[in-house]
């Protein structure tokens, strides 16, 4: 018992990270944490990737430039648009984002506007 409560401590720790980096963005977001740290299991190796949603121009390397991000961290930069486009595909990124995503800013109301895409 003693190791799961260290991972969800852990867990914990990265999304108050998470959250604290986001919150500090000067810019209407929805950022939602995908991948191992949203699906608790994670290992030393893993990165914390997240979807951040936002009123973005540019390509997506121009917006990856555009955003300073801690390290560790990977940023997935997509406009409310290309992410719908994604969940209608049934694109696994948005699929997996809608599923089991960690909400941690909504500025753009992407859960309650999304709530209607039957999922998986």
Do not use: C, H, Q
């Amino acid at each position: 018992m003693e190791i799961l409560e260290e991972r969800r401590k852990l867990r914990e720790e990265t999304i108050r990270r998470a959250k604290d980096w986001v919150d500090s963005l000067k810019f209407r977001v929805t950022a939602i944490l995908i991948g191992s740290y949203a699906r608790g299991d994670f290992n030393l190796w893993s990165d914390i990737d997240i979807l951040l949603i936002a009123e973005l121009t540019g390509n997506p390397v121009e917006r990856l430039k555009a955003i300073d991000y801690p390290p560790g961290f990977e940023v997935i930069p997509l406009t409310f648009e290309e992410f719908v486009r994604l969940a209608l595909r049934r694109d696994p990124l948005a699929i997996e984002a809608l599923d089991i995503g960690v909400y941690l800013r909504d500025d753009l109301n992407v859960k309650e506007r999304l709530k209607y895409m039957n999922r998986s």
